[in-house]
């Protein structure tokens, strides 16, 4: 949402804080509704078999449903609650902006709820990490940037894909101390496809790409100059990748990994939109 609503105020120079504020309160809402119903599912599936205790927090699901906390069916009542309302939302801010913006919702409401349930269940079939890369970026960022400027247009489409390749990394590396329990549930997504060694590999390449994309943005004038300071997140990448070399087969000590890859995505995506604006 920062990032796309950033874009729109480098190209146009408009800012609309009312339909920011909505937008937000819409993408928050689904984003806690696809998190909550994948979390649900993989604990009706069976994917998800570890409590709340000693276990490492990026993965195996929240745990609060083996825990007894709350039940399957309370969870999926608030899942269908918070989809309500941010459709709502966005049928709202349809009818006040445009009715291009409808398919962008539509899209990413699409993917966030069969991102885990049946039929398509992209989680499970090797192709959740693509829907998030595309949900997470391209979806998000262009219905941003249609809320404050009521058009479609390539440069939103093209930053969007920084957030969306972040977020495959982000998937692909808490996919890693998962992979037993995956494996054992069928949950055939790339790590388990690939296997951790490779996956390890996969994550590293991945964000590797991401800042060369970055660069070739801004060599080819999709991205001003001062994205580039989205490079002093780097760090942070090298230490998420070092501790994946040396941690990937431990799952409570992978956990450093993961831990460093939220603050890959967050900082760089901090530093990106501010590059937008200044």
Do not use: C
């Amino acid at each position: 949402m920062l990032l796309g609503s950033a874009v729109a105020w480098h190209a146009k120079g408009v800012f609309n804080p009312f339909n920011f504020s909505l937008a937000f309160i819409g993408m928050a809402l689904v984003q806690f509704a696809l998190t909550m119903l994948n979390d649900a599912l993989d604990f009706l599936y069976g994917t998800d078999a570890s409590g709340s205790g000693k276990k490492n927090p990026y993965s195996g699901g929240s745990g609060v449903l083996v825990d007894g906390v709350i039940t399957p069916r309370e969870m999926l009542t608030t899942v269908l609650l918070f989809y309500v309302i941010a459709l709502g939302i966005g049928i709202y801010l349809t009818l006040t902006v445009g009715s291009t913006l409808i398919y962008i919702i539509l899209a990413g409401l699409f993917i966030s709820v069969f991102y885990s349930a049946k039929p398509f269940r992209f989680a499970y079939r090797g192709i959740g990490e693509l829907a998030m890369l595309i949900g997470y970026g391209p979806v998000i960022t262009l219905g941003a940037y249609f809320v404050q400027t009521g058009e479609v247009a390539l440069e939103p489409a093209i930053a969007g894909l920084v957030p969306g390749m972040l977020m495959w990394a982000m998937i692909v590396v808490n996919e890693i101390p998962d992979y037993e329990e995956d494996k054992r549930a069928r949950k055939m997504n790339l790590v388990v496809r690939v296997g951790r060694e490779r996956g390890k590999d996969v994550f590293i390449l991945s964000l590797a790409v991401t800042y060369l994309f970055i660069a070739a943005s801004v060599a080819a004038g999709f991205f001003p100059a001062q994205a580039l300071l989205a490079f002093l997140s780097i760090p942070f990448a090298y230490a998420s990748a070092s501790y994946l070399r040396r941690y990937y087969r431990d799952k409570i000590k992978v956990a450093a990994a993961n831990e460093a890859m939220v603050k890959v995505y967050s900082s760089t995506m901090i530093l990106l939109t501010v590059g937008f604006l200044i």
